[in-house]
């Protein structure tokens, strides 16, 4: 199973979510689309073992720096820097409902928890979160985004510096 999650994760990176087919995964596989189905019951599910590989990474990762220190520093930086490692998987889970605040699944809530643990109380944990994923969802969506392709143009240093300081100011508000 893990294979066929690794190969639609390396699709997912080259040509997106709508390039990703049963029929294509199975040829990457050097497998009978028939034969792939005997393993995952179709895209829907595929979606499913995506979102929650990459949740289940970035809970890791921000568990892992609060643990090691317990701070919205410390945490926002590993919120940011696990999404800008796998930018697919963050922008396949911020376009489903996969994710949901309101009523968390067993896996949100962990995402939760590291939040509200660094904030002290749930509404400032939350603020925080969405403060973190609006931030990172704009810094994906920039055209050359310098947190994720640097550049040898003269501006992308002051960009990454100017969006830095943005995320320092946060931690700074969170604290």
Not at 93 to 100: E, G, I, P, W
């Amino acid at each position: 199973m893990q294979k066929i999650v690794d190969e639609a994760r390396a699709m997912l990176r080259e040509s997106g979510w709508s390039a990703i087919s049963m029929r294509r995964l199975a040829a990457r596989l050097d497998v009978k689309a028939p034969s792939l189905y005997k393993h995952i019951s179709g895209k829907e599910e595929l979606l499913q073992l995506l979102l929650t590989e990459s949740l289940e990474n970035l809970g890791k990762r921000i568990h892992a720096a609060i643990d090691e220190e317990c701070t919205s520093a410390s945490l926002l930086q590993a919120y940011r820097q696990a999404v800008l490692d796998d930018p697919h998987g963050y922008r396949l889970m911020s376009r489903t409902n996969f994710v949901n605040v309101v009523s968390p699944s067993s896996l949100d809530a962990w995402i939760r928890d590291a939040f509200i643990k660094v904030a002290g109380d749930e509404p400032k944990g939350l603020a925080m979160w969405a403060f973190a994923h609006g931030l990172v969802t704009a810094e994906l969506v920039q055209d050359g985004s310098p947190a994720l392709e640097p550049s040898a143009e003269a501006g992308a240093a002051d960009s990454l510096a100017a969006v830095g300081a943005i995320w320092d100011a946060g931690a700074e508000a969170f604290s």
